[in-house]
């Protein structure tokens, strides 16, 4: 999910081969300015900096979003398949995809394609999304009554339940939360069912879809807005109070390099007060500023972004082997970031692990030092 923020084989040469050793953390992280200069236009020659395989490094699943149409790029599945383990569809296992033709007409062309690669590359699914804020309004418009309670509850069945036995996870609600954290979000599933009330319902319902499923609540900027990090706190505590069968938290990680020091790494320790496995699901963080007299070099900016990812990777690192139930980025490679998408991309953002010829950018290093802890 784009994020509200203050501002969102050539391969296997870069790489190790799977389980070798001999890489420290001070090695990888000594590295990353190597690659500061580097953006879309450099040399695809080999450069200085080399990274092991992020799946053999991480101490859970390490998944990437995923574009149907990425699965036809031969140099995208080459760097899928050599350093991920689970995949999160980043946009057709969304209501606006599947409902495009109704509800009566549900799409799962581009969905089923991507479960397909997961199970061809062993990689573990992760289901993305079934009720979110955001989407779904047209679908459901006209509805009233009983028919609104069929079609939500027969479109949650109808998803959840085609990838019963596949998808390992999913996230079922998406998003609840205002953007200041001074409450939940109205939209038109709460003003049927009320702001608690249609995230129980879409809980019960997955859950019913999926028995054995993991059920999560995926929300952005909990760590860099304290309002909006305490109100997803209590959120949770309702909802397990209610005995809602909520399973997993999703903490989405769209971070950006002027969150204050030690910010991210604090709500780590809060939300892990509640036992529950926990998934970095939509990590990136870009190199941009909202100020326009933001003079900082490149080098300096990707230094304060390396800090920001240790800070969270760290983190993670320090929960129980329990809780640590997977660490997914929001894309592999800089150009498939929504923050490089559009005519204002001027090429110099480098928000994910790997810059556009797969070499590794030092979000990697810094990923793959933390994991090393």
Known sequence: MKPETPHPSRFARHLLPQGEKGWSRRALLGSTLALAACD????????????????????????????AMQIDDPDWATLARANISQLTPEWEMK???ILADGLD???????????????????ALHGHTLIWYAQGEEAFSGLDGAEFDRAFDGYIAALAGRYRGRA??????????????SGLRDCHWSRRYGHDGYILRAFERARLADPNAVLFL??????SVPAKGAQFLK??????????PLQGLGLQSHLWIDIKEGAIAAFMRQVAQFGLPIHVSELDCTLRSDNKLDFRSQADRITRQTARVSE????????PETQRFAFTVWGLRDTDSFYRQGGMDDGRDKPLPFDSFSRPNPMAAALAAAFQT
Do not use: H
């Open 105 to 123: 007409r549900p799409r799962f062309d581009r969905s089923d394609r991507i479960a397909a690669f997961a199970e061809a590359n062993g990689m």
């Open 312 to 319: 969270l990777a760290e983190a993670f690192m320090t929960l």
């Open 40 to 67: 879309r236009f450099a040399s695809a020659e080999p450069t200085p900096l080399s990274v092991p395989p992020l799946k053999s490094l991480a101490p859970c699943p390490f998944g990437t979003a995923i574009k």
């Open 235 to 244: 959120l949770v505590e309702r909802l397990l109070k209610a005995g809602c």
């Open 218 to 223: 995926n929300e952005y900027n909990q760590e």
């Open 95 to 97: 209501m606006e995809y």
């Open 168 to 181: 390992r996870s999913w996230d079922v609600v998406n998003e609840p939360i205002l953007d200041d954290g």
